[in-house]
Nanobody
């Protein structure tokens, strides 16, 4: 019902920037809440940021506040993650996720288990 395709990953030096994109298609109901997650080798999947596509709540993990910005372009059905001041600990596979709008109003919105639709991921590598 929902298809998500990430792009924009790559290798960058610490302090640099990258912008990830997630092209979304399918049911708009099941992508009212969209988010970015990441997973580094040997670590649990971690929520990075989430937003309700109809406006309203936007949530960031403490580790990325002030450095990352989640946004959308409704005309292109695309979700973005602008990442600035990148650190080596930001190195991970980054995933786009989507689900119904109510998920965005949960206290556990950055808990990956609440999202039913996932992209294939895009790798971000930050070298120090």
């Amino acid at each position: 019902q929902v298809q998500l395709v990430e792009s924009g990953g790559g290798s960058v030096q610490a302090g640099g920037s990258l912008r990830l994109s997630c092209a979304a298609s399918g049911s708009t109901y099941w992508r009212e809440c969209m988010a970015w997650f990441r997973q580094a080798p040997g670590k649990e999947r971690e929520g990075v940021a989430a937003m309700h596509t109809g406006g309203g709540r936007t949530v960031y993990a403490d580790s990325v506040k002030g450095r990352f910005t989640i946004s959308q372009d409704n005309t292109e059905n695309t979700l973005y993650l602008q990442m600035n001041s990148l650190k080596s600990e930001d190195t991970a596979m980054y995933y786009c996720a989507a689900d119904r709008g109510g998920v965005c109003y949960s206290a556990y919105v950055l808990d990956h288990s609440d999202f039913g639709y996932w992209g294939q991921g895009t790798q971000v590598t930050v070298s120090s």
